[in-house]
């Protein structure tokens, strides 16, 4: 097939199986690849059969905090009389990142079943798949999909006659970074600024419009009808080094690369493997000088951490990062460090929802300051002072972007310290000219 | 009492406090501050300034106190290390777009910013020689201007506009340290309550158009009082400088107007310091007037009340005190009395989320005590027996042509007055008597609330509250009697509020009648 390259033997292909398939798009398609049994299934069963076939399997969140999803069904509340929601994180917006709109592109309707199946299991009714706004294709196509859905009687007030409601709308996001942290999507979908809320109260408890919600990835529900029709037992058998650690993962990979783009792994191959055997390794002629693996919120890597690392969230954590969203940014040795973690503080000043001081303030200082540093301008004191800016925004805010930011400062100038001190002692030419 | 208390301790303090209470509330309770900018008690709590973060024992992260609830048994420290430097870092970051214009910033005195950074702020700053963030000033409304680069997003502003007037024409614009308040392009600020976002603005980056670069805040002296302008009766303090009355801001109070008062009350302080004051008593001799001195003045009174054998009419103004009202009517007791209040109508203006808070329709602020003194009688009906009346007591009352013409028109006509009016042609007499500002009393307000007011500037010239007028007048009308000596206990002697003193109101009143709304 021609997407993007053939599946490499190392790969696990479950929810990739059909990527580049253009005729698993259509509903026909889908059904005729086995789809929408799971979901058959579901309407058979009791919400709480649901939740432990997921706890079973072990699956945990693939947006980047990876709480085990089972364990977040089973806090919304039972029989309470109100309204519950499911949304559906596919603000997929972070630095380095796009395994999510593989699946929107090729494989809508596994997301459209995964959501009906995780409606059913929470007792929702309806469900918003909040889309980023720059998605444009995945959108459209996504869009179709659920009109199909609904014309064949999977979704709507009778879902395939079952007599459950399964509603499910597309809201698409106006292009803020931020509104994918869970509660300011929740506030964008109210139509309010996409601001994140304080918690408590968790979204289980007042959520969306103040009911009960759930908030999951894309890929986490995609991969919840897998669970279903293969069995929670064999989920969990997909991993190879941590047993808290189960199933595939979506891993996009970005940067210097011979094959970047987006692949499916057991839990806890190496990443050696990863970069070198499937992605091809480095260009000719380069060596890996550093690794973002969870998208650009977690600590930096460097090549002797990825060396031995398991890709799964034990291994990685282990190595002082996180496997996060499973974006991985690979960078090899013609890389300005500096440069790379300015862009990125950038970006976060951009991105900063300017509620709390700390983040609206910090990350724009921070900027500065690496621009001042990339101009020839720093001074002597600068490192000291991003790690003690960079401590007063951690921990001290309503979300982590602010957190994010800082992690890139403080593990980029623990492991890349000397290519700071190049540009402040004058022996690296400015990367930057006058402002 | 059901309500389940819980105990825990802030920086070594024991406090005992409702369960579900803000570790913000109950540090007050102990006496401890815990600063902050965007925590406000009468708005929702958004926890984005991220200045009250505090430590509590065995938590892995410090907490935003204002929206924290206390559990029992907690050991919280407001001032450890790491909260300390946790506000060090929020007031360096507040204040690296923060223009050091102080000097000329009408807020410098009575600025959070400045104080908290005073308390525990870093002494020089890190920020180096960057340009600050630089936005134009604003004009959001008639009274009010938004300096933006003053501004710390507390987003108190909005909060108050979205979630107490209801009214949402405030928001937060852009994103990052781009970030500013934004007005609705089609809105102005012109709710009859939003001049309350200047007092809320912890900084001076929403200030008053009236107000501005009129005085410094510490050349000011700060008086608590009750304003004047209706029968809500919100608290306020009267700011003067110099004895000039130049503010009148909302003091808090939760029964009555919590920390707000209306734009309309807030603007009507002019009065206050008018200079063609009544200063000398006067009586009138061939058609002309003469200055006296105050004891012929009250010989004269009290002649002229023992001698009023037929009706007698008593005019009186809205802002008169409940102590003049019940002194006016004992000095005339026994006579064929009517007694009104005038009351101007004005449009109801409600502040919107706020139960029982408005701008109240009958401007007269101690009608309440009107009602209870039994000077309520029908206005026009009073005015109307003016003509034919033995005698006219008229006290501070803005009378219009018409009303001023029948009150000339009687025979004998007293006149307690803080400014004459040309109108009444020659009264009688014509006595000075202070106003509000320069006094001491108490007003009733719709919901039978007694609550004092303090003078705030000397009384003009010879001017004496209108109580001790009276009081002083009656006192010469029989053997033995004695005027009461001071506003208190004038007011414990008048029959609504027997036995009570001004103290027993406290500076927030209390309720003294099951209510008269009307």
Known sequence: ?435 | MTTEMVSVTIEGLPVSVPKGTSIIEAAKRAGVMVPHYCYHPSLPSPAVCRMCLVEIEKFPKLVPACVTPIVDGQVIHVHSPAARKAREGVLEFLLINHPLDCPVCDQAGECELQDFVFQEGQAASRYGDYPKRYNPVEDFGPDILYVANRCILCTRCVRFMDHVTETPVLNVSERGDRAYIGIDPSAVLDHPWSGNVVDLCPVGSLVSKDFLHKARAWDLDKTASICPGCTQGCNIMVDTRDDMVVRLRPRANLEVNRHFVCDTGRADYRWMNRGDRCETPMVAEAGKLRAVEWPDALRRLADLVAAASGPVVMLVGGRASSESLGWLRTLLDGRALTAAMKVPIGPEAPIGAIPNLALRAERAANLGGAELLSVSGDWTLAVAAAASASLVVVLDVELDNAEAAQVASAGTVVHLATVADPRLGVPTLLLPVTTMVEEQGVYVNRDGRAQRFLPARPAPGMAWPAWRVAAEAWALLADGREAPATASEAFGALAPFAGMSHRDLGLTGRVVTAGVAR
């Not at chain 1, 706890?55 to 999803?69: D, E, H, I, M, V």
């Not at chain 1, 997301?111 to 998605?135: D, K, M, Q, S």
């Not at chain 1, 999977?154 to 996001?173: C, D, P, T, Y």
């Not at chain 1, 058998?237 to 057991?266: A, D, F, M, N, W």
Request: a negative charge.
């Open chain 1, 1 to 435: 097939m021609g997407y993007p390259h053939p599946i490499h033997p190392k790969e696990t292909p479950v929810l990739s199986t059909h990527f580049g398939d253009v005729e698993a798009r259509s509903y026909a398609g889908w059904v005729a690849r086995g789809g929408y049994a799971a979901l058959r299934m579901a309407l058979e069963m009791t919400p709480e059969a649901i939740v432990d076939q997921v706890k079973a399997s072990g699956l945990r969140g693939r947006g980047g905090a990876g709480f085990p999803t089972g364990m977040k069904w089973s806090f919304m509340p039972k029989e309470d009389g109100r309204p519950h929601y499911l949304c559906c994180n596919a603000d997929e917006s972070e630095p380095g990142t796009f395994k999510d709109r593989e699946i929107l592109r090729w494989t809508p309707h596994a997301l459209i079943e995964g959501c009906a199946i995780g409606a059913l299991a929470i007792r929702a009714e309806t469900t918003y798949i909040f889309i980023r706004g720059e998605y444009t294709e995945p959108y459209h196509i996504l869009q179709a999909a659920v009109d199909e859905a609904y014309a064949a009687g999977a979704l709507g007030a009778n879902a395939f006659g079952s007599g459950k409601r399964i509603e499910m709308i597309v809201h698409r996001g106006a292009g803020a970074y931020i509104c994918g942290e869970e509660t300011a999507l929740m506030n964008a979908i109210e139509g309010r600024r996409g601001n994140p809320r304080i918690k408590p109260p968790f979204p289980a408890v007042s959520g969306l419009f103040g009911q009960p919600t759930t908030i999951n990835n894309v890929e986490t529900l995609a991969a919840v009808p897998h669970i279903l029709v293969r069995g929670a037992a064999w989920y969990a058998g997909l991993s190879l080094s941590s047993p808290k650690s189960t199933g595939t993962k979506l891993i996009s990979v970005c940067g210097h690369v011979q094959r970047p783009g987006t692949y499916e792994i057991t839990m806890g191959l190496s990443m050696q493997e990863l970069i070198f055997d499937i992605c091809g390794g480095m260009r000719p002629g380069r060596t890996l000088k550093a690794v973002i693996p969870g998208g650009s919120s977690v600590p930096i890597m460097t090549p002797d951490e990825v060396m031995d690392c398991a890709t799964d969230y034990e291994g990685i954590a282990a190595k002082g990062s996180l496997l996060g969203s499973g974006g991985m940014i690979v960078m090899d040795d013609t890389t300005d460090m500096v440069y790379q973690i300015m862009r990125l503080a950038r970006f976060y000043a951009h991105e900063s929802c300017a509620q709390c001081t700390n983040c609206r303030e910090g990350t724009a200082w921070t900027t500065r300051i690496l621009e001042r540093i990339l101009r020839g301008e720093g001074k002597a004191s600068d490192l000291d002072l991003l790690l003690d800016l960079a401590d007063n925004m951690t921990g001290k805010t309503i979300c982590v972007l602010s957190d994010s930011c800082a992690t890139q400062v403080v593990s980029g100038i623990k492991k890349f310290r000397g290519e700071f001190d190049a540009y402040l002692s004058g022996a690296k030419a400015p990367a930057l000219a006058e402002v």
